[in-house]
């Protein structure tokens, strides 16, 4: 199918969705939290096929992983906007100068949203902006990954069983689809990926003036001060490293370590993953990596610093290889020595390596952060409450978390979202309501329309309060 033809199609497809949406009307309370409620069905309904699709399409993907990140977490966010949205919908009232006057903020809906999914979480990263797309009104168009094409189709067969095509529909396709669905006239268009596509698609979204919600990735820093508990860093860093194999745009890219901890962190590393880990490659709880390329590209990452001067650690089992290209099961490795000649420093790794940069003060430390583009996340471990503040003030990222990773992405009443490279807008809870929703400043004039009469001709008898305004 030619590019002009994915177009029109798409094109159809939204100008019906469209017509539909502003022939219904505003959706009441009562329909967005019935909408809310049947992507909750859809998911504890098949909560079963949807992980064994997501298995087939990763080579396999730990059940639990699957059951917890995008099942789990994302119910519990459509019920949180089910639970909340009658008062999020309430108009925001606000101080007139004049108190005859009547102001106050109306929460609109847009209209209809392009989402475009990725694939490492590919029920949680649809349906999680669904839940402020639906409870703000609107209806959506959902573009999912063409690398999970089992759950992407499966997706697909059960949403145009819970939803009409006016209220959301889902577009399958490749690499020309998804650019070809880019440059849609949406109202709003969300796009989850690297910060590489993101700006093609931030280019796209420009010609129609599309508005648009950018969650990219980045390298999202660990830095373990001086004072930090050592075991809590490294238990807690690994434990989402090796989460989905690393496949997470929060994930830990790479840990900012003082010299002198080295050792003490290698050693409790091989420690943590031989407990929790004490198999990977016929291990249920460890996940493949999504496809032959991206394992490809990991395996060269790993070789490409070896032969720069870093130190490679391998923290698979002791009989087990460091990978495998039939599996596709990469075991978490510590790169230890890295700097930015090397190719593991220069790009997002999505996988379970984790680089580890030595450093001597840690200013030194800090100002490496701020050298660099502004992640999605920070990671500090310090028990020292004034250092973490001080951190926090020093430092900008689209989340900070102190003492853990990650945490911050399943708290509903946070904003998720990066800042500059790392992307722009948030949502989650009423973030997510608030984003896709048109913030509408309503004014009730009052009987006399003072505000109105100052600025009608003649001036001369007004002048006098300008005058006394300037000399007050």
């Known amino acids: 199918m030619s590019n002009v033809t994915i177009q029109g199609e798409l094109e159809t497809i939204l100008k019906s969705m469209k017509r539909q ?20 069905k859809l998911i504890r309904e098949n909560h079963k096929a949807l992980a064994k699709a997501m298995s087939e399409d990763f080579g396999h993907r730990s059940l639990y992983q699957s059951n917890v990140a995008d099942m789990v977490t994302t119910s519990k966010m459509l019920q949180h906007a089910i639970d909340h949205l009658d008062s999020w919908m309430q108009a925001e009232e606000t101080t007139a100068h004049d108190p005859q006057m009547h102001t106050e903020i109306q929460f609109q809906p847009l209209g209809v949203i392009g989402v475009i999914s990725p694939w490492n979480f590919p029920i949680n990263l649809a349906f999680g902006p669904l839940a402020g797309i639906f409870a703000a009104g609107n209806t959506a168009l959902l573009k999912p990954s063409e690398l999970t094409p089992k759950t992407s189709e499966l997706l697909a067969e059960l949403v145009a069983r819970y939803f009409g095509p006016e209220e959301l529909t889902v577009v399958l396709g490749d690499a020309d ?37 950018l969650e990219l990735g980045g390298k999202s820093p660990v830095m373990v001060a001086k004072a930090a508990d050592l075991s809590k860093a ?19 890219d790479y840990v900012l370590l003082p010299e002198a901890q080295t050792q003490a962190f290698k050693e409790q590393a091989r420690d943590f993953m031989a407990r929790t880990f004490p198999s990977i490659q016929d291990n249920a709880d460890y996940t493949a990596i999504i496809n032959e390329r991206h394992y490809q590209r990991l395996v060269n990452l790993l070789e490409d610093a070896r032969q720069k ?31 930015d000649d090397m190719a593991i420093m220069q790009e997002e790794i999505f996988g379970p390596l984790l680089p580890i940069r030595l450093y001597q003060e840690e200013s030194d430390a800090i100002d490496y952060i701020n050298q660099h583009p502004r992640p999605l996340a920070a990671y500090y471990f310090n028990e020292d409450t004034a250092a973490q503040q001080e951190f926090a003030q020093q430092t900008t990222s689209g989340a900070l978390v102190v003492n853990d990773v990650m945490t911050h992405v399943s708290i509903d009443e946070l904003p998720f979202g990066g800042v500059g490279p790392s992307g722009m807008g948030a949502y ?22 003072a505000s109105n009469l100052r600025l009608r001709a003649p001036y001369g008898d007004k002048q006098a309060a300008v005058e006394a305004f300037f000399n007050s």
């Open 21 to 40: 949406q502003l022939k219904s009307g505003p959706a009441s309370a009562q329909l967005r939290k019935d909408r809310l409620q049947r992507c909750l």
């Open 428 to 449: 989650h809870g009423i973030h997510g309501f608030r984003q896709f929703s048109h913030a509408k400043a309503v004014v009730i004039q009052s009987e006399e329309g």
């Open 177 to 213: 689809v998804g650019q070809a669905f880019s440059g849609l006239p949406f109202d709003h268009l969300v796009f989850t990926g690297s910060t590489a596509v993101g700006k093609h698609v931030m280019r796209a979204a420009a010609e129609n003036l599309v508005p648009v919600t």
């Open 309 to 339: 001067g870093a130190e490679i650690v391998k923290l698979a089992p002791q009989d087990e290889p460091a990978y495998d290209a039939k599996s596709r099961k990469i075991a978490p490795h510590l790169v230890i020595g890295v700097n």
């Open 234 to 252: 490294v238990e807690r860093t690994l434990t989402i490293k090796s989460f989905n194999a690393g496949q997470i745009c929060l994930s830990p």
